[in-house]
């Protein structure tokens, strides 16, 4: 039996709401030991690495006076925030929330649907 790991669980679930982020929505990014409030600034971006390498779904924020950049792998390894600031691969970055964002029922589709998997 083939059971996912916790890892790419958080991963899975990272790259299932950052695919929908939107250009001026805030989230909570929880990771490095820190919860950060940060306001995308850029729509989600997917990028194709080269073939020994994982493809990403990229995306950037602003807070706290610098600008950050989250990348969720499709497959593999963990999603890391990335700063100016630290000069390490980046923050592993364990989940993300929506701040201030209605919750809508939305019937033609379920989340499962919209790619985001259960937690």
């Not at 890892?7 to 919860?35: H, N, P």
């Not at 691969?89 to 929506?98: V, W």
Request: contains cysteine.
């Amino acid at each position: 039996m083939n059971k996912e790991s916790q890892e790419d669980k958080e991963r899975s679930w990272v790259y299932g709401v950052v695919r929908q982020l939107k250009v001026g929505e805030s989230a909570t990014v929880i990771g490095g030991g820190k919860e950060r409030s940060l306001t995308v600034t850029t729509e989600p971006e997917r990028i194709k690495r080269q073939p020994d390498c994982h493809n990403v779904i990229s995306v950037e924020f602003e807070g706290y006076g610098t600008e950050y950049t989250l990348e969720v792998p499709e497959s593999g390894s963990n999603a890391r925030l990335l700063y100016p600031s630290s000069d390490t691969l980046g923050d592993r970055i364990k989940d993300i929330e929506l701040n201030d964002v209605e919750t809508h029922i939305v019937a033609e589709q379920t989340v499962e649907d919209l790619g985001i998997p259960h937690r």
